[in-house]
Structure formats: C-alpha cells, structure tokens
C-alpha cells in the first residue's frame, strides 16, 4: 500500500513537541502514513485553519469556532489549564478596571487566550505581536501589558514583571472549570476511516511521550526557548496531561462553555457547535 502524506502542523514549544514526539522519532508505527510535521506559530496555524491548508493541526479552541465546517475536534491532544493559564503582565501591578484602558500586547485575536481575556475584561485596546516579542516589549515600556503564552507563563519574574491576571485562576473562579486553550483537529474531508486512524496514531504518541517521559522531554527541551530542563518538565506537565489523553465530560463541558460565553460577550459572531469524532 502506498504511504499517504498528512501535513501535521503544530507550535514549536515543548508541550506540542512532548506530544508529538512518538510521531517524530519513529517510535510509533504510522504506516501507510507519513507525517509531514510543519512548525509554526498558533496565530499562523490559526489562519491556516481559516483556509483548511493542513490535514490535521493544533488549533485555538477560538479558531476553531470558525472552522467547524472544515474540522472536527479531536477528543485528545489538547491544552488545558487547570486552574492556571495565560498571564498578563505588567511592569508594575495593574487592577483590571487600568487593564481596560491600557494598550495590551496580545499572541493573536484567533488565540484562546485572547478570546479568555475578553471575556473577563470586555473591550480593551490591544496590539497583536509575535507571542515571543510580547515579553521584552512590555519589559521595555513599549507597552502597558501583555498576554503571555507558552514558556513566558514561567519566566515573565525573570524580566521584572509582575501578574496582572491569571486567566486560568479567573477562569476556575468563575465557572468551576479548567480553562481549555488548544486541541488538534483533523480536516472533515478526509473522511471517517481515515479520521478514526489518524485519532488513533495521534493518541499513541501521546501515550508513548507519558510513558517514555525523560527521552519525550529530552527532544521536547529543544523547543523549550532558553528553559532548563527542570522548567520544561514543569511547562510540559502543565498542559499535557490526562486532559490530553482525553478532554473527558469535564474538558469537553469547559470548551461549550467558553464559546458559548464568546458568543454571549460579542467576540464570536455566532455560538459554534462543538463537535468531537467519534472514534
């Protein structure tokens, strides 16, 4: 049987390169597959999904609103914080009514955690930048505050900053959920056999970097942007976890009610149906 070619896109930080390094590293049989893996940034893998560009990608639970039609969920692989998430920081401590008005730095308007902060500040001026500029331009006064993602969650004290809000904690303060932020979809035309198998592959490899934990974050440490192994193992236990393995009727509860809050707030154009594939 001929290999078929499936386009992986996913973020170039640890707790995506923990996922997928059974994948990676040859370590699970993928035949009659081979994945291509593309390493790009949410926002830019965000915009892909707009356009369907890649079979399966990580994607923003917030992207993923407006791709519905294209994608359905995967019900593992996913990024949820329990009771933790994406920080806003600043040079000195900020209330939320000065976050209103303050120029925030944001990873992308498709990101979760962009679409988070609206829901708990409402609208506030932002400028969107490269998710690892956000850091240094808040540390230099280019401006007032920034939405950090990835690694930043972990070194932002190592710049002078202090924690404005920490979405994850509102979030759990608020609905009594875990605050879900990125899944992996796979494209709808590929039809449900291949979906099923594709699910399958992916879900091992997760498995295997749990089960195999010092060489997946040996490879993951790579793409840890200037983290020691200690705070990689830390960043990658954060968000991946048993939600990963399966969002289970927590996880997927949490995903309806955050969109449904976008959708309430006025950042969604319309209240998405969430659907995962039954495999």
């Given at each position: 049987?001929?290999?078929?070619?499936?386009?992986?896109?996913?973020?170039?930080?640890?707790?995506?390169?923990?996922?997928?390094?059974?994948?990676?590293?040859?370590?699970?049989?993928?035949?009659?597959?081979?994945?291509?893996?593309?390493?790009k940034?949410?926002?830019?893998?965000?915009?892909?999904?707009?356009?369907?560009?890649?079979?399966?990608?990580?994607l923003?639970?917030?992207?993923?609103?407006?791709v519905?039609?294209?994608?359905?969920?995967?019900?593992?692989g996913?990024?949820?914080?329990?009771?933790?998430?994406?920080?806003?920081?600043?040079?000195?401590?900020?209330?939320?009514?000065?976050?209103?008005?303050?120029i925030?730095?944001?990873?992308?308007?498709?990101?979760?955690?962009?679409?988070?902060?609206?829901?708990?500040?409402?609208?506030?001026?932002?400028?969107?930048?490269?998710f690892?500029r956000?850091?240094?331009?808040?540390?230099?006064g280019?401006?007032?505050a920034?939405?950090?993602?990835?690694?930043?969650?972990?070194?932002?004290?190592?710049?002078?900053?202090t924690?404005?809000?920490?979405?994850?904690?509102?979030?759990?303060?608020?609905?009594?959920?875990?605050?879900?932020?990125?899944?992996?979809?796979?494209?709808?035309?590929?039809?449900?056999?291949?979906?099923?198998?594709?699910?399958?592959?992916?879900?091992?490899?997760?498995?295997?970097?749990?089960?195999?934990?010092?060489?997946?974050?040996?490879?993951?440490?790579?793409?840890g942007?200037?983290?020691?192994?200690a705070?990689?193992?830390?960043?990658?236990?954060?968000?991946?976890?048993d939600?990963?393995?399966?969002?289970?009727?927590?996880?997927?509860r949490?995903?309806?009610?955050?969109l449904?809050?976008?959708?309430?707030?006025?950042?969604?154009?319309h209240?998405?149906?969430?659907?995962?594939?039954?495999?």
């Amino acid at each position: 049987m001929s290999e078929r070619v499936i386009r992986l896109g996913h973020s170039p930080d640890p707790d995506d390169a923990f996922m997928f390094y059974g994948l990676a590293s040859g370590k699970v049989d993928v035949r009659p597959y081979r994945f291509e893996h593309i390493l790009k940034d949410i926002q830019t893998l965000n915009e892909w999904a707009l356009e369907g560009r890649l079979e399966v990608t990580a994607l923003s639970l917030h992207a993923y609103a407006y791709v519905t039609d294209r994608y359905v969920l995967l019900p593992h692989g996913a990024s949820i914080g329990d009771n933790y998430g994406p920080l806003v920081v600043a040079r000195e401590a900020m209330p939320q009514e000065a976050l209103r008005e303050a120029i925030i730095a944001v990873p992308g308007r498709l990101t979760t955690a962009f679409l988070a902060l609206r829901v708990c500040l409402g609208e506030f001026p932002f400028v969107e930048m490269p998710f690892d500029r956000i850091l240094p331009a808040v540390a230099e006064g280019r401006v007032a505050a920034g939405l950090l993602i990835h690694e930043g969650q972990l070194t932002y004290r190592q710049h002078g900053l202090t924690c404005a809000v920490d979405l994850g904690k509102w979030w759990h303060e608020t609905t009594g959920l875990p605050l879900p932020l990125g899944a992996n979809a796979v494209r709808r035309d590929l039809g449900e056999p291949a979906v099923r198998e594709l699910s399958r592959l992916l879900k091992t490899s997760i498995r295997y970097g749990l089960e195999h934990r010092q060489e997946a974050l040996a490879y993951a440490l790579q793409f840890g942007r200037g983290l020691d192994l200690a705070a990689a193992d830390r960043f990658v236990g954060m968000y991946v976890n048993d939600y990963t393995l399966d969002f289970g009727a927590k996880g997927r509860r949490a995903v309806e009610v955050l969109l449904r809050m976008g959708w309430e707030e006025g950042v969604l154009p319309h209240r998405p149906a969430v659907l995962f594939a039954e495999v």
